[in-house]
């Protein structure tokens, strides 16, 4: 039973526009979430995370919004550039460690120039 | 530092054959992991380890064996392939792992294919 779920397998934006990648879980005893970006060919590599305590994290271009009434939490890319172009996983761990990640199935993002 | 290095990056095996996909990393991490990856789906987690000698069942376990004998090295083998195991491999790292949310570093897979 998959307990991330990406609903959405693409997305196409417009360089310089909004990207915004959404993740829904089921398991209310989530604490952390994390996003991982992944280029073909290559492993995921981790972008950024967030712990259930904040509603909001930031790193430059990426934000991540976390609503927790709404088991939903979402990846806004502003702006996005072509090199954002790429897999990103939703994922959050099993537990109070992190070693047992469950992962969404991922959301294939185009940035077109 | 090369971070986390696997062996083959391609395979192809026939049903009944065994292999070994080889996995190391050199950042002197304790925690590693192997995922899978079916297309169209997320990783789903088929070993791990919490240190030399100390290795867990993952979701997805059956078919598959590993050890862990140095911190470097997690070896996942595939005993009697069958075409279920066609799939993308990735090894993994963390630093500590328990009680700690720390990253996990990822190699760049194996792709394995079971005719």
């Known amino acids: 039973d998959q307990q991330v779920k990406q609903n959405s397998p693409s997305l196409s934006v417009q360089e310089g526009r909004i990207s915004i990648l959404n993740c829904d879980y089921t398991n209310s005893m989530f604490d952390y979430f994390l996003w991982y970006k992944k280029y073909p060919a290559e492993g995921p590599t981790f972008l950024i995370s967030?712990?259930?305590?904040?509603d909001k994290n930031e790193d430059g271009r990426f934000t991540v919004f976390l609503n927790k009434s709404a088991k939903h939490l979402s990846l806004h890319i502003v702006p996005s550039q072509p090199g954002d172009s790429a897999v990103y996983f939703c994922?959050?761990?099993?537990?109070?460690?992190?070693?047992?990640?469950?992962f969404g199935k991922g959301t294939l993002l185009t940035v077109n120039p | 530092n090369a971070g986390v290095t696997q062996t083959p990056k391609f395979r192809i095996l026939k049903i009944g054959q065994s292999m070994t996909l080889q996995c190391t990393q050199d950042?002197?991490?304790?925690?590693m992991y192997w995922y899978r990856q079916d297309p169209g789906m997320g990783l789903k987690l088929i070993y791990y380890?919490?240190?030399?000698?100390?290795?867990d069942k993952g979701e997805v376990p059956n078919g598959y064996n590993v050890s862990r004998s140095t911190t470097e090295d997690f070896p996942l083998r595939l005993e009697l392939a069958a075409p279920s195991q066609t799939s993308v491999y990735f090894c993994?790292?963390?630093?500590?792992?328990?009680?700690?949310?720390?990253?996990?570093?990822f190699g760049p897979g194996t792709r394995l294919t079971v005719l």
């Open positions: 994922a959050a761990p099993l537990g109070v460690s992190n070693y047992k990640l469950t």
């Open positions: 967030i712990s259930s305590i904040k």
């Open positions: 993994a790292s963390s630093p500590q792992g328990a009680g700690r949310r720390d990253t996990q570093y």
């Open positions: 950042m002197n991490h304790n925690y």
């Open positions: 380890s919490v240190g030399a000698g100390i290795t």
